[in-house]
């Protein structure tokens, strides 16, 4: 589909990349000639990815950090620049979520999802600016098409991904000036990745595929190409958009989560 090596020479940093969704854009990014960071809470998660980052021929490293520690974060960047000489591209894909109606969420609850999804974007994009500045690139957050409608059980996650659009646009706006585009991708339900396997059944995995469009689940290669075109020359005009990528299922239903 993409022309090989749409990414040669640059230095991504992929923060939840040990794992699903930005696994697969890791992997993507590496086979477009991009060296690349990835970054999560536990070494566990990034060990194997870091290999098969590496077997790609590709320069690749693994630290561990959690995205609610704002000095945690500046060193895995100030390592990806001290290691592998740059930084070109961010993803912002780190993210935690579970089920609760908000009757039953504590506030620590609610403030947890929103420390690492809305929070964590924000500190890892701070870290990632003056290194990204200094040539210009690119920021993809990973969002939810979870706010677009009322979807139960989902207070922390929607308000936090809501919170991620609107970081998006304003960033776009006060960096465009320095060369750097940020976007964002809001996924549908993705097969195989630790959110569907959380946050739905195999009734509401059924819905899904009858109530999208084009009759099936997402997968971890529909937001990895997509990745790729944010990414991107290709994209080089489009900043500041959440470029939804779900078959169109969230315009037909909101009813994906079990109800
Ligand atoms: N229902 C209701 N509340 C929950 C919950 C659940 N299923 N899971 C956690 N919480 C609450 C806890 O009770 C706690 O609140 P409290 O102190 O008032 O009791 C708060 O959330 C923090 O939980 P804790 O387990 O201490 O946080 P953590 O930082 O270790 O874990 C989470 C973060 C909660 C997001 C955890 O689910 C996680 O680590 N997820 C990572 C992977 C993931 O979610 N991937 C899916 C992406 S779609």
Redesign the pocket.
Known sequence: MFAPNLLEGRVALVTGGGT?ICRGIALAFAAHGCDVAITS?TMEHLEPTVAELRATGRRAIAKAA?V?DPAAVTDVVNATVAELGRLDILVNGA??????LAE??????F???VD?DLKGTFHVSKAALPHLRAHGGSVVNISATLPYLGTMGQSH?AAAKAGIDSLTRTLACEWGPYGIRVNGIAPGPIEG???VR??TNEQSRESAIRGNPLGRMGTIDDIANASLFLCSEAASFVNGVTLVVDGGLWLRSARILGD
Request: proline share 4%; net charge positive; aromatic share 4%.
């Open positions: 699903g809470r959690d609610r993210a935690g979520n579970f089920i609760c039953n969420l504590s506030p620590n609850g403030g947890t999802v690492i996650a990745t630790e959110g959380r946050l």
